[in-house]
């Protein structure tokens, strides 16, 4: 059984469009992750959810909507989508000990490519 | 700013051989951790260290910490060809960053067979 698991795997679309992308964990985690690798591998945090609620909302352009609908999922919607947005989305969760964050375990990532 | 910056961005070392890698970060941490990532896959965690802690072994890698100089080293022993992967130190903050890890950029090590 994959822990961490995100579609689609491979994302092609052309600018101004809008797409999702599906996360769901199975590790029973309260804290899910969207993380954006870029082409030079920098890998930055953008939306951190706990128990459904929003905990960190990184300097994201508000094309970017993450929406949890449980707390095993975490997905996201990216409107009008523009060349800068092509990098790999990387879902991950994690357990929050109160005090600090514990190791996360990451999905395969999505590949987002735009034309 | 980027918290982790890791030292060297590069490393290419013969199977059999210990490869280091040095990571450097600029506030005061929880907890460091490394993660390894081969090429097109996601990462995965390796190792975790606490602030009060200044060495961690886990089978043939060692994890050092030093919070006087902001610095860790990941040392990998008798490297396999396996072991080719990009490694990241990621830093929990805590505080009003709490539940947040910054990534470093990542060492690409490359073990030859």
């Known amino acids: 059984d994959t822990a961490v698991s995100q579609t689609p795997k491979y994302l092609v679309t052309q600018m101004g469009n809008d797409k999702s992308i599906k996360c769901e964990q199975n590790l029973g985690h309260d804290t899910m992750y969207w993380y954006k690798q870029d082409s030079k591998k920098f890998l930055k945090i953008m939306f951190s959810?706990?128990?459904?609620?929003?905990?960190i909302n990184e300097t994201v352009p508000n094309r970017f909507s993450p929406k949890s609908p449980d707390k095993a999922h975490l997905n996201l919607h990216i409107n009008s989508l523009e060349l800068g947005d092509s990098a790999v989305y990387f879902c991950?969760?994690?357990?929050?000990?109160?005090?600090?964050?514990?190791?996360?375990?990451f999905g395969e990532g999505s590949r987002l490519t735009v034309l | 700013s980027q918290q982790g910056e890791e030292d060297p961005q590069a490393l290419s070392i013969q199977e059999g051989e210990n490869a280091t890698m040095n990571c450097s970060y600029k506030?005061?941490?929880?907890?460091l951790q490394w993660y390894r990532q081969n090429s097109g896959r996601g990462l995965v965690h390796l190792i975790l260290?606490?602030?009060?802690?200044r060495e961690k072994h886990s089978g043939r890698l060692r994890v050092t910490l030093d919070t006087s100089k902001k610095s860790s080293s990941l040392l990998i022993t008798a490297s396999r060809a396996a072991d080719t992967a990009s490694y990241f130190c990621a830093t929990d903050a805590g505080g009003t960053s709490y539940g947040k890890l910054t990534f470093g950029q990542g060492t690409i090590l490359t073990v030859h067979p």
């Open positions: 506030t005061s941490i929880n907890n």
């Open positions: 991950a969760s994690s357990r929050l000990t109160g005090i600090s964050t514990g190791e996360l375990f």
């Open positions: 959810y706990n128990n459904k609620e929003l905990i």
């Open positions: 260290i606490r602030s009060n802690e």
